[in-house]
Antibody, heavy 120, light 107 residues
């Protein structure tokens, strides 16, 4: 059974940093792209960032480019999202999601989400 | 980047009705389209990928069609458990942009 467990969220001030982690179990991690998708309160889904199974291909939404960094450690079955220069509008539930293939950018499994609140 | 536009933004229909949601891409994405269902307070669930392939375990009343820039999700007979917001997502390349969502309610 696929399980994705996010951690690292919380309350941070504008301009601050947070690092989200997502530990994956139940599938071959190295052959799956991993993505972060966020959902602001009462709003729709927003694709944030994705990393291919090997880690060689990395992409970001324009809204986070230059501020967020995605990475993965295939020896630990974990994907990370380093968030810097946080803004109030980064407040959202952040989902870790497993891609259906190594460079496939739709998710066939989702974590429960981790809340990030940016507020002074 | 390619933009994804869904219509309508919300709809209300009776149990047993046929419901259709439309998703349009601003550029040709061939059949690289997925549909997700998100029930209130729950995580998103994959319904359809490759525009028309039903994900395992999804009821057959859900069908997807289309290619290029115009896609549809149809619920053949709306059930109370289908109350949710539905999202399309393009995945021909990153970013995997989502549509803004369509909220489906029971009349």
């Amino acid at each position: 059974e696929v399980q994705l467990l996010e951690s690292g969220g919380g309350l941070e001030q504008p301009g601050g940093s947070l690092r989200l982690s997502c530990e994956a179990t139940g599938f071959f991690f190295t052959v799956s792209a991993m993505t972060w998708v966020r959902q602001a309160p009462g709003k729709g889904l927003e694709w944030v960032s994705g990393i291919s199974g090997s880690g060689a291909s990395i992409f970001y939404a324009d809204s986070v480019k230059g501020r967020f960094t995605i990475s993965r450690d295939n020896s630990k079955n974990t994907v990370y999202l380093q968030m810097s220069s946080l803004r109030v509008d980064d407040t959202a539930l952040y989902y870790c999601a497993k891609g259906a293939g190594s460079t496939t950018w739709y998710a066939d499994s989702w974590g429960q989400g981790i809340l990030v609140t940016v507020s002074s | 980047d390619i933009q994804m536009t869904q219509s309508p933004s919300s709809l209300s229909a009776s149990v047993g009705d046929r419901v259709t949601i439309t998703c349009r891409a601003s550029q040709d994405i061939r059949n690289y389209l997925a549909w997700f269902q998100q029930k209130p307070g729950k995580i998103p669930n994959l319904l359809i990928y490759a525009a028309s392939t039903l994900q395992s375990g999804v009821p057959s009343r859900f069908t997807g069609s289309g290619s290029g820039t115009h896609f549809t999700l149809t619920i053949s007979s709306l059930q109370p458990e289908d109350v949710a917001t539905y999202y399309c997502q393009k995945y021909n390349s990153a970013p995997g942009t989502f549509g803004q969502g369509t909220k489906v309610e029971i009349k």
